[in-house]
């Protein structure tokens, strides 16, 4: 019983979180109990655990006197974020890298998404790809820190890519893993930040477009 539980949550879960990262639930709007245990003919608890988990991810925000909201990101969260980004990336830059096979089909699914204009499908193996990364550079820590970050990561990537799609992101996907496996730690580190950072101002516009409160 526990177990089917634990899976009923993890479902609801995983169909709010695809509502999030599509944009069918835009940052801002509220995640009424009563309305999801309807739509998903569960109990309020079940909805209840399923936010807790979205919200350990950083996709929804616990707002007073609102309940829980799909997270708005300001530009603060936006400089937040990259500053957490540059940290892991100076990481993987100082160590050499294991198995990347994970980072490689992850870019060979962004050639796909790319070319099919599925920018949702890109923004999910933009994620898979530098999650393969982080975590062939060896560290359990280092890998489960990105892991929580990653979430935020992707709901802000997707709608930028959906805003202002990057023509050249497999190229530049591909340039970060030649670097990485070739050991150069400084020519690595340069590439990524710059991969980090040059999206900025249009993670900055993304958070602007959140639903007014």
Do not use: C
């Not at 109990?43 to 707002?63: D, F, H, M, P, Y």
């Not at 500053?83 to 294991?98: F, L, N, T, W, Y």
């Not at 193996?125 to 560290?139: K, M, N, P, T, Y």
């Amino acid at each position: 019983m526990a177990l089917q539980r634990v899976s009923l949550t993890d479902r609801v879960a995983e169909e709010i979180r695809d509502d999030i990262v599509n944009g069918a639930l835009p940052p801002g709007t509220s995640l009424r109990e009563q309305a999801l245990s309807e739509r998903f003919d569960v109990a309020r608890s079940t909805v209840r655990e399923a936010i807790k988990v979205l919200v350990s991810e950083g996709l929804v925000t616990q707002a007073h006197h609102r309940g829980a909201i799909v997270t708005r990101h300001t530009p603060e969260d936006v400089d937040d974020l990259i500053a957490a980004r540059i940290m892991i990336e100076r990481h993987v830059a100082s160590v050499p890298i294991g198995d990347a096979s994970a980072a490689r089909t992850a870019l060979e699914a962004m050639q796909a998404a790319v070319d099919a204009k599925d920018w949702r499908a890109a923004a999910t193996a933009d994620e898979q790809f530098h999650r393969g990364l982080v975590s062939a550079a060896g560290s359990p820590r280092v890998t489960a820190i990105h892991s929580q970050l990653a979430g935020e990561m992707r709901l802000l990537l997707v709608s930028a890519d959906r805003f202002e799609p990057e023509r050249d992101k497999v190229d530049e996907h591909a340039r970060l893993l030649r670097l990485a496996l070739s050991g150069d730690a400084e020519g690595y580190l340069a590439a990524a930040i710059n991969h980090v950072t040059r999206s900025r101002d249009t993670l900055v516009q993304v958070a602007h477009r959140a639903v007014p409160a």
